[in-house]
């Protein structure tokens, strides 16, 4: 678990929540894009249905496409499917009443991670606690 910003460097998953902040601050914006330049940037399909969600119609959708195309699809297969699963039951039985309530696409994203073996890029507290429960590195895009 991480509460400093990124520095940029290192392959990662970035989350919906990165995204959307790089949008926002250019600093981020500028560490994003050099790290997409250089190969360092993934994503998986819960990250680009929620951006497209996000879209401002038929541009921004294409935005979206364009944007990832060059970039690393971590699959979202059975196994994640599965270990998106078994993380639920585990917090469930090991932590406090609805531990297991978060949500899917978060939860999807962590699991991506973990299974790729990459840091999650993100800009949401969800993922503090998922790191410490899945031994995951989470690293915040700007300062909380």
């Known amino acids: 678990m991480s509460a400093t910003p990124w520095s940029g460097e290192g392959p ?7 995204w959307i902040v790089a949008r926002r601050l250019p600093a981020a914006r500028e560490l994003l894009l050099a790290a997409a330049e250089r190969g360092e940037i993934a994503w998986c399909w819960p990250v680009r249905y929620e951006l497209m969600i996000d879209a401002r119609g038929a541009d921004g959708i294409a935005l979206v496409d364009r944007t990832l195309e060059g970039l690393r ?3 979202v297969d059975r196994a994640v499917q599965r270990g998106v699963l078994a993380a639920m039951r585990e ?4 932590q406090s009443h609805e531990a297991h309530r978060l949500p899917l696409a978060d939860l999807t994203v962590a699991v991506a991670a973990q299974q790729s073996g990459l840091d999650v890029l993100h800009h949401d507290h969800h993922f503090d606690r998922l790191a410490t429960h899945l031994g995951i590195r989470a690293v915040w895009i700007a300062e909380r």
């Open 12 to 18: 990662v998953l970035a989350d919906t929540s990165a």
């Open 73 to 75: 699809e971590i699959p």
């Open 91 to 94: 917090l469930a039985a090991t």
